[in-house]
């Protein structure tokens, strides 16, 4: 059964500091990963969509990194804000099934 | 605009009183699907739907059902809720049959209360 896990749960990091965010799987046989942000109270709104063939994406000052074969994913936040204060989430896609890891809350610090 | 809604935004109730929360979405999106999320749990799935008239269980089916008569609209369906049914509910769509193909938008989400 697929698990994803999001370490760590929690991440405060003063601004202006670059940052990464970890996302685990455990079947590599997956279609494509999706993180999104989820801002408190509020629905996700997605960031970035690496199908399984890709490496990486990119937009704006968010990069995300897929390494199937060991069931790996990095989102990097370049020059945080505190605007990037939010809650990120990462889901593997397979087929019919999403299955979503409990997120990082992250906390920028002005 | 492109976007999924949901309807109610919060609703509170008594146990046993049927309930229904409505979805749709204005993308022609075949994929549609409901998840709750809970503290400590994440996001489960409930059920999903790759078409018209295709339904099927996802995680944490049990107390839910659901239809799709219509490609815009995914109404999820509480016969008889139970306080352990309070959560914040979800709906997804995304173009292409199966969930995996293409991007997921999520609607702003509906906070239930069962008393």
Redesign the interface.
């Known amino acids: 059964k697929q698990e994803v896990t999001q370490i760590p749960a929690a991440l405060s990091v003063p601004e202006g500091e670059n940052l990464v965010l970890n996302c685990s799987f455990t079947d590599s046989a997956?279609?494509?990963l999706?993180w999104?942000r989820q801002d408190p109270?509020?629905?996700?709104?997605?960031l970035l969509?690496i199908q399984s063939s890709q490496r990486e994406q990119t937009s704006g000052r968010l990069n995300a990194s897929l390494d199937k074969s060991s069931g790996r994913s990095t989102l990097y936040i370049a020059a945080s804000q505190p605007g990037d204060s939010a809650t990120y989430?990462c889901?593997v896609?397979?087929?019919?099934?999403?299955?979503?890891?409990?997120?990082t809350r992250l906390h920028i610090l002005p | 605009e492109a976007q999924v809604t949901q309807n109610p935004r919060y609703l509170i109730t008594v146990t046993g009183k049927k309930l229904t929360v409505t979805c749709s979405q204005n993308m022609n999106h075949e994929y549609m699907s409901w998840y709750r999320q809970d503290p400590g749990l994440g996001l489960r799935q409930i059920y999903y739907s790759m078409n018209v008239e295709v339904t099927d269980k996802g995680d944490v089916p049990e107390g839910y059902k659901v239809s799709r008569k219509e490609k815009r609209n995914f109404p999820l369906i509480l016969e008889s809720p139970s306080p352990n049914q309070t959560s914040l509910y979800f709906c997804a769509s995304s173009s292409g049959r199966l969930a995996g193909h293409n991007e997921q938008f999520f609607g702003p989400g509906t906070r239930l209360t069962v008393l």
Do not use: E, M, P, V
Request: no cysteine; glycine share 16%; aromatic share 12%.
């Open positions: 997956i279609y494509n999706q999104f109270g509020k629905g996700l709104t997605s969509l989430l889901a896609n397979r087929d019919d099934k999403i299955i979503f890891g409990k997120g």
